[in-house]
Structures are given as structure tokens and as C-alpha cells.
């Protein structure tokens, strides 16, 4: 074991950071090397997330390296979603039927800051700004970087390349383009875009509508959502279609047509948003994608981590916390086979990546649910049901949602499939009638145990488990 190794991780933002962090206190010598300016320093406003949803798989992580308390101090709790109808009515539905489950909006910023700095506090741990990946020599394990001030070009070797640089990952195309080994890569693109708007606090720095929800005006073919912040404001996002539909973000391009848009599908939120016209035309419409590949690593040299492995659109909240999530389980292993790189990689691909999966394809299936299922009344019924087998019940029942969200002793695969199957079986009775909101609790939750098994075996016997 020789933990005064060199570790070159390429990206500074969240996971890039935590991994930092976590290797630093593990007596590595780490230079992190980040492409944008360093954000404590800098004000950025481009259009991008300004906050995301913080939960029990991102507080774990929190916890490995001994900084959640700093954490919760960022943390705004969101215990349920409010649900916006056209005419501007609404309807709070919780998270989970167990009080203490609940998810957290934080910022981006202040989060990456905060672990930037606890990174930095280790002598052996030094990060770079400015600093463009342009490719990687997996097979040398080195990484060419140019400096964007001096625009000098220079070569940086390492014992290990950890690349942490999102999705779109300058490691992942050297892996493609290398063809040294056969690599799978797919990148999926919803129709839909996404654009960040904005309700500012009152005159007096107030929240101008309830702050401890996660806001959601859903119309089926899109929505808009706002998560609070700190200073009193929410950050809005519409997710629209690029081109579909009588509106979108192609035809969405004067005052005129934009207050139309919301006068008919936001009416309340444009009662709040005085600045939304010149929001809407500054800020940009950005895509929303999947990034699934394999291999993660080559050899013992490189390792892609966070969103440059796994990128997932943002529908589940779990993009940070899953990213978070990789830390953590890489540490696990890590703490098993230290020394032995190529042994650590290829075991923490092998558990991780069907955990990924999974939680990429359940971002998309929630997609569906925010945008539309959420009005429909049978959906209703089945989250009012589980609330109520979750409160009743605490420890026998748990939805699909709280499986993923709030019990990060399981991985998402696990949490998906048994989700899934529950919600298979509760919604085929409620629509066959077989059963009943007004049911006894305890005889509801033993058809849907005993429903949810069968699915369960069926799906084992067909292969799909």
C-alpha cells in the first residue's frame, strides 16, 4: 500500500471536489486540475442550476468525510411537492408518509465551494483553475492541458487519472476516439431543452410563496418547477420542447408570445415573476441528456467518475446524489484492495454500474410522472395510499420514490425494481378495482405484499429481474 501516489483528477466541480477531499484524507498526493475559473472567486451566471435536491444517498457521503453538519447549514428541507393547477389552485403532497424523510434544496455554488475548501485544507491536495483538459494518454496515464491565460499547452503524468469532467468528458472522447479497446458510449437526448428562470424575494427579502415544497406546475407535454434558495428567491426551471408543440423554445421568442404562454399555463407563477420576460431571453435553452458508457477505466491507469461515467437528466434528483454516492462506494473498495488499481477499478465498475443504470432510466420514468401522471386522479390515489401505508406502517412499506430517495442502505437497481413492481401492483388494483382507498390499512398492505411478490417472481422466472 502506497498512498503517497500522484492522483490527477480532471474537474473541480462536486464530485471532483468530494473524491479530492475524501483521497486527500486518505494521505494521497492529489492535483485536481478545473477548467473554469475558481467559483469563490469569480461570479458565474450562466444560465445554469443554481441549486438541486440534496438527499440521504448525497448526506452519506457527507458524513464519510465528516463535513455534514457544514452541509445542513446550505440546506433549505423540501418535504413534499406543491402541486400548481392551470387556474392557479394547489395541492401539497409529501415525499414520504414518515415525518422525517424529506429532501433538501441546496446550492450548487456554495456546496462546490465548501468542498473545495475542506480539499485545500490538506497539504496534500492542490487544485488548479483555468486549466483545460484537452486529452489523455490512457496508456501513458498522462493528460494534456493548456492554461487559458497563457494559453501554454503542457503535459501532466500521474499514477492514476480520475476523471471527474461531466458529461462531456474530455477522457471519455480520448477513450472513444483512442481505439485501443472496444468501448460502448450512447448519449440520448430528450425533445425536451430546460431554461432557468427566477422568482426574486419580496420587497422585504420574503419568500413570495411557500418555501419548504418543491413546486411543480405540470402540463403533460412540459412543466415548470422552483426550488427555494437561501436569500429568499426560487430557482425556476421550464422544461419545454425544442421545436414540438404551439409553443416551444424555437417560437418562444418575443415578450408578447412569452407572457401569453404564461398567462395561459403559469398564471400564478407570472404573478410572482415581474422579471420573466428578461430572464426568458437572456438566459439559454440547454438540452437534456443521458450518457451511459463501459468500460469506466483502463487498466490500473484511468477511471471515469460522477457524470463523465454515468450523466442523468435531472428528473429524480439524484444526478449530485448518485455522483456523491460513486465516492463513496469507490472508498468502500478502495479500503479493500488499496494499492491494487486495476482490482479497485474493475470491482467498483462491476457493483456501480447497474446502480447508474438503473437511476438513469428512473430519471426518465419521472419525467413522465412530474410532467403529467401527477394530475392524473388514479396517481393520486396510489401516493395518498402509499403516505398513509408509510405512516401506518413505517417499517413494512415503502414507496418506489422513498426506496430510491430515502433508503440508501440499498442500490438503485434494487430500489428500481421493487418500486416498480409495487407500482405495477397497486395500480392495476386500483383500476380493476380490487382495491380501495377506504380500505382497511393493514388488508390493503398485505395485497399489495403479496401482488408485489408475484410480480416480483414473474419478472425473476421471465429474466427481467
Known amino acids: 500500500?502506497?498512498?503517497?501516489?500522484?492522483?490527477?483528477?480532471?474537474?473541480?466541480?462536486?464530485?471532483?471536489?468530494?473524491?479530492?477531499?475524501?483521497?486527500?484524507?486518505?494521505?494521497?498526493?492529489?492535483?485536481?486540475?478545473?477548467k473554469r475559473p475558481d467559483l469563490r472567486k469569480v461570479n458565474?451566471?450562466?444560465?445554469?442550476?443554481?441549486?438541486l435536491a440534496f438527499s440521504n444517498r448525497g448526506h452519506k457521503a457527507m458524513k464519510l468525510v465528516g463535513i455534514e453538519d457544514k452541509v445542513k447549514i446550505l440546506c433549505i428541507p423540501m418535504?413534499?411537492?406543491?402541486?400548481?393547477?392551470?387556474?392557479?389552485?394547489?395541492?401539497?403532497?409529501?415525499?414520504?408518509?414518515?415525518?422525517?424523510?424529506?429532501?433538501?434544496?441546496?446550492s450548487r455554488d456554495q456546496l462546490n465551494?465548501?468542498?473545495?475548501?475542506?480539499?485545500?485544507?490538506?497539504?496534500?491536495?492542490?487544485?488548479?483553475?483555468?486549466?483545460?483538459?484537452?486529452?489523455?494518454?490512457?496508456?501513458?496515464?498522462?493528460?494534456?492541458?493548456?492554461?487559458?491565460?497563457?494559453?501554454?499547452?503542457?503535459?501532466?503524468?500521474?499514477?492514476?487519472?480520475?476523471?471527474?469532467?461531466?458529461?462531456?468528458?474530455?477522457?471519455?472522447?480520448?477513450?472513444?476516439l483512442g481505439k485501443k479497446?472496444?468501448?460502448?458510449?450512447?448519449?440520448?437526448?430528450?425533445?425536451?431543452?430546460?431554461?432557468?428562470?427566477?422568482?426574486?424575494?419580496?420587497?422585504?427579502?420574503?419568500?413570495?410563496?411557500?418555501?419548504?415544497?418543491?413546486?411543480?406546475?405540470?402540463?403533460?407535454?412540459?412543466?415548470?418547477?422552483?426550488?427555494?434558495?437561501?436569500?429568499?428567491?426560487?430557482?425556476?426551471?421550464?422544461?419545454?420542447?425544442?421545436?414540438?408543440?404551439?409553443?416551444?423554445?424555437?417560437?418562444?421568442?418575443t415578450k408578447e408570445r412569452?407572457?401569453?404562454?404564461?398567462?395561459?399555463?403559469?398564471?400564478?407563477?407570472?404573478?410572482?415573476?415581474?422579471?420573466?420576460?428578461?430572464?426568458?431571453?437572456?438566459?439559454?435553452?440547454?438540452?437534456?441528456?443521458?450518457v451511459k458508457c463501459s468500460p469506466w477505466h483502463y487498466k490500473g491507469n484511468t477511471l471515469l467518475m460522477g457524470d463523465a461515467a454515468h450523466a442523468i437528466v435531472p428528473f429524480y434528483g439524484q444526478g449530485m446524489n448518485a455522483s456523491f454516492e460513486d465516492v463513496v462506494e469507490f472508498d468502500k473498495v478502495l479500503e479493500v484492495y488499496n494499492g491494487d488499481w486495476e482490482t479497485v477499478f474493475k470491482t467498483y465498475e462491476a457493483s456501480r454500474k447497474k446502480d447508474t443504470d438503473a437511476i438513469a432510466d428512473l430519471a426518465i420514468d419521472n419525467f413522465h410522472e412530474m410532467k403529467g401522471h401527477v394530475n392524473q386522479v388514479v396517481f393520486r390515489e396510489k401516493r395518498s395510499l402509499e403516505m398513509a401505508l408509510e405512516k401506518h406502517f413505517p417499517n413494512e412499506y415503502a414507496s418506489k420514490y422513498s426506496l430510491v430517495t430515502f433508503n440508501d442502505n440499498i442500490g438503485y437497481r434494487e430500489a428500481m425494481i421493487r418500486g416498480r413492481a409495487q407500482d405495477k401492483a397497486i395500480l392495476n388494483m386500483l383500476t380493476n378495482n380490487q382495491l380501495d382507498v377506504k380500505d382497511d390499512l393493514k388488508i390493503s398492505l398485505d395485497k399489495i405484499k403479496k401482488a408485489t411478490e408475484t410480480i416480483l417472481e414473474n419478472d425473476r422466472i421471465s429474466g427481467l429481474k
Not at 265 to 290: H, I, Q
Open 44 to 51: 458565474s451566471d450562466s444560465g445554469r442550476s443554481i441549486n
Open 181 to 253: 479497446f472496444l468501448f460502448s458510449f450512447s448519449q440520448d437526448y430528450l425533445t425536451h431543452g430546460y431554461k432557468e428562470l427566477c422568482i426574486l424575494p419580496d420587497s422585504n427579502g420574503n419568500y413570495k410563496t411557500y418555501k419548504n415544497a418543491l413546486h411543480i406546475w405540470g402540463r403533460d407535454a412540459f412543466m415548470l418547477i422552483a426550488l427555494p434558495n437561501l436569500d429568499g428567491s426560487f430557482t425556476v426551471t421550464l422544461f419545454l420542447s425544442f421545436d414540438d408543440g404551439e409553443y416551444n423554445f424555437t417560437n418562444l421568442t
Open 1 to 34: 500500500m502506497n498512498n503517497q501516489q500522484n492522483i490527477l483528477i480532471i474537474g473541480a466541480g462536486l464530485c471532483g471536489s468530494l473524491l479530492a477531499l475524501r483521497l486527500g484524507q486518505r494521505g494521497y498526493n492529489i492535483s485536481v486540475y478545473e
Open 258 to 290: 412569452i407572457l401569453e404562454f404564461f398567462n395561459t399555463y403559469f398564471k400564478d407563477a407570472l404573478e410572482l415573476m415581474p422579471n420573466l420576460v428578461d430572464d426568458f431571453l437572456k438566459n439559454p435553452a440547454s438540452p437534456l441528456g443521458t
Open 113 to 176: 465551494a465548501l468542498l473545495l475548501n475542506e480539499a485545500e485544507k490538506h497539504k496534500n491536495v492542490n487544485i488548479y483553475f483555468n486549466r483545460k483538459c484537452k486529452s489523455v494518454d490512457f496508456e501513458k496515464t498522462t493528460a494534456l492541458f493548456q492554461d487559458y491565460e497563457t494559453k501554454h499547452e503542457f503535459v501532466e503524468d500521474a499514477d492514476v487519472i480520475i476523471a471527474t469532467d461531466g458529461a462531456g468528458s474530455v477522457m471519455r472522447k480520448s477513450y472513444y
Open 79 to 106: 418535504n413534499g411537492r406543491m402541486l400548481h393547477d392551470t387556474e392557479g389552485n394547489t395541492i401539497f403532497a409529501p415525499y414520504s408518509g414518515r415525518e422525517h424523510e424529506y429532501i433538501n434544496s441546496i
